[in-house]
């Protein structure tokens, strides 16, 4: 039996392995699993918002990040595939649409590598996850605080300016998510290696977007996420940085929405 | 009261106007700009400033270890203290230490120690350290993973230095079918072992379960204080009444023959050290896990913002620094013994780019007028 999680943007918790993890979810529709990237964890996005006017949209977070219990088992992204693919039957997602947005991206990517048949249609929204040393990926974990909006955002004034002194509680948080994110992707650097050889099992149609001011990720990655990901199409966003649904929730919405609807294959 | 003489061994040829130009010394400052001459005369001149440690009566000599940095000049320990094992005939030859989590192998550092104890004749004192942040990105090994590597070292070399023969290692970060390893130490069980701690509650309760010697780092006195007050306790609490030479007290300290001297003398090595060989911002210092949230907690909740603000009068007002003349340094350190209740003190003696006539006159009355009264 599936497990319900049908909270309008509430929060759900699900016991799994030796913890339990956050599941924020909303709307109603075909179901839309959509997997954060290393900042992200534990929020309700107008992306999120939007995407469930058409979708039911499931978004947990990592194990480690937000609300989720650090759960000692899963140390690496083999571990998250195995993870994610017992999520996916405990919510009784047979095959959703799968959505990730940069580590989020790689994600998706291995979960649809690894088990085809559970992917009803997988965006990468500016993924990382390839290697390809002559177009490295920003170290995130080597840019100082003060310098992260302008890495992530196309235009910084966006972002809300601080007032005052940052809560230690917020730095707290940060600093989790951010010791997950390196748990995960510290070495090799922000990509499995022997990806890209097996991408070409992946059955989903598929979309990839790249933020054409990308800051992080190289127009490179993309790119080949498309090129070998079998019938692949890849779109890019003008005015846009590497956070790209959250400096651009509606135009990225749309254009997830559009592909999705497109998609013959969207999940039952 | 117990002496040991520390050296860092800086890159002394950074420019005068570094701190505006540079983010930090270490992993980004282009290794152009070493100057290899100057290497040459940097290494035999602090080698000879710890033979004169030796000659002075310290009860140790001591070298650490530190990669890719000008901030000082021992990406390997070791070496540094085989040059030093036989030309020096009394002092402890101290490493303080050699960075195990971030090794490939721990087992090359067992090895390593070992040799060394028979170079100096049981003279070597072993460091564990699990490395500065900066060092999870020189070598690449997972900051979230660097407690766990540094226990499972270190209870891989003691188990290499205590076991008569041939074991199997496995442990979640390093796997050995063979080890076996030649030279076994020549002090028994194996050399004494040197922890330094910031402040964890963890690493004191583990330091003090082992009984081993908690060493301070820079850090205000109050701080300090808090440190060996919470070591003290962990010791009870595991049964053990802590012997007071296991309590270090790390200081950089400048003597000259009076007060105004030491300080118009100090001044500048001291901001070099503090303001050039120390700057780096929070992402290299705090890579992702390598603190706990408990101990990211208590940082952030300590006030304490680094030492990119501190003029050289915070400096010595905190007792980060201790300088003046020969009365005045005695006076401050018997006061900070009774405060703090340490038995040893790790004094860095040649500090940032102080010059070689001033380091060795700073050890003379050091030796001469402070440290027999503190004995």
Redesign the interface.
């Known amino acids: 039996m599936p497990e319900a999680i049908t909270t309008q943007g509430g929060v759900e918790r699900l016991a799994i392995g030796d913890g339990e993890i956050a599941i924020l979810s909303g709307g109603e529709g075909p179901p839309l699993l959509f997997l954060h990237g290393g900042g992200g964890a534990g929020e309700w996005q107008a992306a999120h918002a939007l995407l469930a006017a058409s979708h039911r949209v499931i978004a947990p977070d990592h194990p480690g990040f937000g609300e989720s219990d650090e759960l000692p088992e899963v140390e690496g992204v083999d571990d998250l595939v195995y993870h994610y693919l017992e999520v996916m039957d405990r919510l009784g997602l047979e095959r959703p649409a799968i959505v990730g947005h940069s580590f989020g991206g790689w994600l998706a990517a291995e979960i649809a590598v690894h088990s085809p048949e559970r992917v009803g249609a997988l965006v990468l929204l500016s993924p990382v996850g390839l290697r390809i040393p002559e177009h490295p990926i920003t170290d995130v974990f080597f840019v100082p605080p003060p310098e992260i909006p302008a890495m992530i955002f196309h235009d910084p004034s966006k972002l809300p300016a601080p007032d005052g002194p940052p809560d230690p509680d917020v730095l707290l948080a940060i600093y989790r998510d951010s010791t997950a994110l390196a748990r995960y992707t510290w070495s090799p650097f922000m990509a499995n290696p022997k990806l890209e050889r097996r991408l070409h099992r992946v059955k989903a149609p598929t979309l990839v977007v790249w933020a054409e001011s990308d800051r992080v990720v190289p127009r490179e990655h993309a790119e080949r996420y498309a090129q070998l990901i079998p019938g692949a199409r890849l779109q890019t966003i003008p005015e846009c940085g590497h956070a790209l649904h959250l400096e651009l929730p509606d135009e990225v919405a749309a254009m997830v929405g559009a592909f999705l609807a497109d998609s013959a294959a969207v999940a039952r | 009261m117990k002496f040991t003489y520390f050296h860092l061994m800086p890159y002394a040829g950074l420019p005068d106007d570094f701190e505006k130009r540079f ?1 930090s010394p270490s992993l980004t400052y282009p290794n152009g700009f070493f100057d290899p001459q100057l290497g040459v005369e940097l290494y035999h001149r602090y080698l000879d400033e710890l033979e004169y440690a030796d000659e002075l009566g310290f009860d140790g000599i001591a070298v650490n270890e530190h990669h890719q940095s000008a901030y000082g000049l021992m990406p390997s320990p070791n070496l540094m203290a085989a040059a030093l094992a036989r030309r020096t005939s009394n002092a402890r030859l101290m490493v303080l230490g050699n960075a195990i989590g971030i090794r490939g192998n721990p087992l090359r550092v067992a090895e390593e120690i070992a040799m060394l104890d028979h170079l100096s004749r049981g003279r070597v004192v072993s460091g564990f350290v699990r490395g500065i942040g900066w060092e999870y ?1 020189a070598h ?5 993973r660097s407690r766990a590597r540094f226990e499972e070292a270190h209870d891989l070399i003691i188990k290499a230095w205590t076991t008569r023969e041939p074991f199997q290692w496995v442990s979640p970060n390093y796997e050995f079918r063979y080890v076996n390893v030649w030279p076994r130490p020549l002090q028994q069980p194996h050399p004494p072992i040197y922890i330094p701690g910031a402040g964890s509650t963890e690493t004191m309760r583990w330091v003090a379960q082992h009984q081993y010697s908690y060493m301070s780092v820079y850090a205000p006195s109050t701080l300090t204080k808090r440190w060996f007050d919470g070591y003290r306790t962990a010791s009870e609490e595991a049964g053990i009444d802590p012997d007071p030479e296991k309590i270090v007290f790390s200081v950089p300290l400048y003597v000259a023959e009076t007060d105004e001297l030491a300080h118009a003398q100090a001044r500048g090595p001291v901001e070099w050290l503090f303001h050039k060989g120390l700057k780096q ?4 210092i ?4 390598y ?1 706990t ?1 408990g101990s ?2 208590g940082m ?2 300590s006030g304490f913002a680094g030492f990119e603000n501190m003029t050289y009068e915070d400096l010595l007002r905190e007792h980060i620094v201790i300088a003046g003349s020969p009365d005045t340094v005695g006076e401050t350190l018997e006061r900070l013994r009774d405060q703090l209740g340490f038995g040893a003190m790790n004094v860095l003696m040649c500090i940032g780019d102080m010059p070689h006539e001033h380091v060795i006159s700073s050890m003379d009355l050091f030796a001469a007028k402070v440290m027999p009264a503190l004995r």
Do not use: A, D, K
């Open positions: 983010s990105f690449s090994v997972n900051p979230t911002g929070f992402e290299i705090f890579p992702p896990g603190m949230p990211m907690r952030l909740s």
